[in-house]
Nanobody
Framework: QVHFVESGGGLVQPGGSLMLSCAVS????????MAWYRQAPGKEREQVAN????????HYSDSVKGQFIIARDNAKSLVYLEMNNLKHEGTTVYFC?????????WGQGTQVTGST
C-alpha cells in the first residue's frame, strides 16, 4: 500500500517560514515525479510545486514562485517543501503525492495556520 505521511505544519507568523516533510512508503520514490498540493477550506486542492525524478527540475505555481522550494531525497524516500515569507490566513492543509494528481491515495496532510 502507498502511504504519504506529511509533517512539519503548524502556526506561522506573517513572513515566517516552515519546512514540510513527506515520508513516502509503498512505492519506489525514484520512479515517481512528485508534487506538493494544498487545500484551503471551501477551495479545490491545487498543486503548488512539482519535482522531477532525480530533482533536477522543479516547477511552481505563480502563487508560490519565489517563496517555496521543493526538494527530494530518494535514498530516504522523503520529499520536502520549504516555505518562506508565508502570508497564510486561516488554515490550509498541505499534501504530497505524485505529480499526476489522483494517481495514489492521499495522506492526511499537514496543517498550516496563519496567526493573527
Amino acid at each position: 500500500q502507498v502511504h504519504f505521511v506529511e509533517s512539519g505544519g503548524g502556526l506561522v507568523q506573517p513572513g515566517g517560514s516552515l519546512m514540510l516533510s513527506c515520508a513516502v512508503s509503498g512505492i519506489t520514490l525514484r520512479f515517481n515525479s512528485m508534487a506538493w498540493y494544498r487545500q484551503a477550506p471551501g477551495k479545490e486542492r491545487e498543486q503548488v510545486a512539482n519535482i522531477s525524478l532525480r530533482g533536477e527540475e522543479a516547477h511552481y505555481s505563480d502563487s508560490v514562485k519565489g517563496q517555496f522550494i521543493i526538494a527530494r531525497d530518494n535514498a530516504k524516500s522523503l520529499v520536502y517543501l520549504e516555505m518562506n515569507n508565508l502570508k497564510h490566513e486561516g488554515t490550509t492543509v498541505y499534501f504530497c503525492s505524485a505529480r499526476r494528481m489522483g494517481l495514489y491515495p492521499w495522506g492526511q496532510g499537514t496543517q498550516v495556520t496563519g496567526s493573527t
